[in-house]
């Protein structure tokens, strides 16, 4: 019997532990997503919470955030006014974290 409990408990400690490891990543790609954010600059045109300006669109309210790979393609191969940031390693690299800031602002919105 307390083999059965030992087994049960070892499986929710696991289950426990893969769900604050993947909370922990989350946080961390939103954090990095942040820091990306504000070191390359978007904020001169998308605004300091990423709401936009009268030129220059939303970034918590658009469509686009929803699906990760039009957002990529975005912001790698530009669109319209934005310019292309796939030359920019640290832009390329961190798009993920970028998308995970914006998606994280966006449900902070609602």
């Known amino acids: 019997m307390s083999k059965k409990f030992s087994v049960v408990g070892t499986i929710v400690a696991?289950?426990?532990?893969?769900?604050?490891?993947?909370?922990?990543?989350?946080?961390?790609?939103?954090e990095n997503g942040e820091k990306l954010y504000k070191r390359e600059r978007c904020e001169t045109c998308h605004g300091p919470t990423a709401e936009g300006s009268a030129a220059f669109p939303s970034l918590v309210a658009s469509p686009k955030l929803k699906n990760k790979e039009?957002?990529?393609?975005?912001?790698?191969?530009?669109?319209?006014?934005?310019?292309?940031?796939?030359?920019?390693?640290?832009?390329?690299?961190?798009?993920?974290?970028?998308?995970?800031?914006?998606?994280?602002?966006?449900?902070?919105?609602?």
């Open 14 to 30: 696991g289950a426990l532990l893969s769900v604050a490891a993947q909370s922990a990543f989350a946080d961390e790609a939103v």
């Open 70 to 110: 039009e957002f990529t393609k975005i912001v790698l191969e530009g669109k319209g006014a934005m310019p292309a940031f796939k030359a920019n390693k640290k832009v390329a690299d961190g798009v993920d974290s970028l998308f995970a800031y914006l998606n994280d602002l966006a449900a902070k919105k609602k």
